[in-house]
């Protein structure tokens, strides 16, 4: 067990609609990472979070968006689903931004992964 | 851009058998480098990490990894694969605030 927990593990909705994952980091941890695993992509890198700032994107679309909250959870947001969103969404989380490189901190956790499946 | 390569896509071992899966890397700059492991059903689990310091990076469940700088390479070893180490093994680099993950490689290990 990672400590980092995700909801829900499995969500089934149909395309057009909007669905919201949970997250919630690691106890100290300020970073928050969201990835998707789907057997065409791989893993890829959606976008981080830092003590409640977007701190680096990757290969997010601009129908998914995201947030940090005070409490340092985190809500992927995915919006107008279509077939080819059904994937694996992972949560990660680290004790820094990663922004120095080498200092132990960077290791990044990973959460259970939530499973959308979009009919 | 930084990008990772995993050589190979699926292996099958008997057990006993000893183990290398290749991954190289480019990016210009400082890296940190990781293993995951992933079982059948269960979430990306860490294997090893490199920072720094000695290249030769011991991790869990008898892994280990070779930093060749020169060479961009981090491959995986295990002298002696059980049939519990199936799963799939992602190779990921990190560079700046990004981590880039390879495309996984399927082990099969049988009996």
């Known amino acids: 067990d990672s400590g980092v927990t995700q909801t829900p593990k499995h969500l089934i909705t149909a395309t057009g609609q909007r669905v919201t994952l949970r997250c919630s980091p690691r106890s100290g941890d300020l970073s928050v990472y969201w990835y998707q695993q789907s057997l065409d992509q791989g893993l890829q890198f959606l976008i981080q979070y830092y003590n409640g700032e977007e701190r680096a994107k990757g290969n997010i679309l601009e129908r998914f968006s995201a947030q940090q909250f005070p409490d340092l959870h985190s809500e992927l947001n995915l919006s107008s689903l279509e077939l080819g969103d059904s994937a694996l969404y992972f949560c990660?989380?680290?004790?820094?931004?990663?922004?120095?490189?080498?200092?132990?901190?960077?290791?990044?956790?990973f959460g259970p992964g939530t499973r959308l499946t979009v009919l | 851009a930084q990008s990772v390569s995993q050589h190979n896509h699926h292996v099958i071992l008997s057990e006993a058998a000893s183990l290398e899966l290749g991954c190289n890397y480019s990016?210009?700059?400082?890296?940190?480098l990781f293993w995951y492991v992933q079982y059948p059903g269960q979430h990306l689990q860490l294997l090893l990490k490199?920072?720094?310091?000695?290249?030769l990076v011991k991790g869990i469940k008898g892994f280990e990894a070779e930093f060749i700088k020169s060479k961009f390479s981090f491959n995986l070893r295990k002298p002696s694969v059980q049939w519990s180490d199936t799963a799939e093994y992602f190779c990921a680099v990190r560079g700046g605030n990004k981590l880039t993950f390879g495309t996984g490689t399927q082990l099969k290990v049988e009996l």
């Open positions: 990660a989380s680290s004790v820094d931004s990663g922004a120095h490189l080498g200092s132990g901190t960077d290791t990044q956790y």
């Open positions: 990016y210009g700059g400082t890296v940190n």
């Open positions: 490199y920072f720094s310091g000695d290249p």
